[in-house]
């Protein structure tokens, strides 16, 4: 399932005090089967963005596209050149019908898992977008125990209160929640904040694997050792636009840009970059976290021994 975006633009209390924009002229297609990183400083319009690929927010302007599903909130104009209001109102209802379906093809998992948790016990939080959706009880608690087993919570913790859950353990069962709707795009807002590094490199790792048997991953993060490792395209955004876009091996070669854009690359990254210009012969590509910088160094050794 792709998604395109075509001159998305988003306004916060438009023509009210407090008037934000917070996306300009966002032109964006997200393939089939994609891992993208979306990063920009706080503010740059990450989440906004985001929160547009299902119709958690809609556009104030512009159009998407996903696969069938259409949000279209591009203006009606009269012969005159003012916006048909009436015509407007008349679209929008038509191309916005189904956007409760779109909602289980693209699965948003928020920052803050409290968010998303609102059930007496984990087995009914899951369970509850099954059952949201039109799925039996039955299938709906089958569906749940999948997506538990698959996020790695046992039965142990079915019958327990999802408030009562660590941090990670609340994100791996907000997972399971959009996971238990089987959407083709998986959504993930800073999915490793406040993860030490074993929970990091554990959820990464289921991340992957759902990347692995086919779901469509987008993160909004600032973590750029995540970008580095484990994505394949990286979207940079600053002020609600669209200022660089390519993989993450480009972007972090890009000195010039990162220096003028204050984005810093990973340390073993920048590390890999000092051993080349000290004669060290490396493949940047292959260069993801230490241990690969590591096997890289012993190739490289090894080849001039």
């Known amino acids: 399932m792709s998604i395109k975006l075509e001159q998305v633009n988003y306004t916060y209390n438009p023509h009210r ?3 934000k924009v917070a996306l300009r002229d966002i032109n964006l297609v997200f393939q089939d089967h994609c891992f993208t990183a979306l990063i920009g400083r706080t503010g740059s319009g990450k989440s906004t963005l985001i ?3 299902n119709g958690l927010l809609l556009p104030t302007h512009g159009k998407i596209i996903a696969d069938d599903y259409v949000i279209d909130m591009t203006l009606v104009y009269k012969k005159d050149g003012k916006v048909d ?4 109102k008349k679209k929008h209802k038509v191309k916005l019908q189904n956007i409760k379906s779109l909602r289980k093809k693209v699965g948003i998992v928020f920052q803050f898992p409290e968010y998303q948790i609102f059930e007496e016990s984990v ?4 369970s509850y977008g099954p059952k949201n959706f039109g799925k039996s ?6 569906q749940a125990k999948e997506a538990l087993t698959l996020v790695g919570i046992d039965e142990s913790y079915y ?7 660590s941090g990670g353990e609340k994100r791996r069962v907000a997972i399971a929640g959009i996971l238990a709707m089987e959407p083709d795009i998986l959504v993930l807002d800073e999915p490793t904040v406040g993860l030490d590094a074993a929970g990091e490199e554990k959820l990464m790792g289921l991340i992957t694997h759902l990347y692995e048997q086919g779901t469509s991953i987008i993160l909004a993060t600032h973590n750029m050792d995540v970008v580095l490792k484990y994505c394949k395209r990286a979207i940079v955004l600053d002020h609600g636009k669209i200022v660089h876009d390519s993989t993450p091996l480009d972007l972090f070669q890009n000195s010039e840009y990162l220096k003028s854009s204050s984005l810093e690359p990973p340390k073993v990254f920048r590390f890999a970059l000092d051993l080349i210009q000290g004669g060290l012969d490396l493949d940047l590509s292959k260069v993801k976290d230490t241990k690969t910088l590591a096997n890289e160094i012993i190739r490289v050794k090894g080849g001039n021994a």
């Open 123 to 126: 087995i009914k939080d899951v």
């Open 159 to 165: 019958e327990r209160s999802p408030f009562e859950l």
């Open 51 to 53: 929160q547009q690929l």
């Open 137 to 142: 009880e039955e299938e709906a608690i089958k």
């Open 17 to 19: 005090p407090g008037e």
């Open 85 to 88: 209001e009436r015509a407007m």
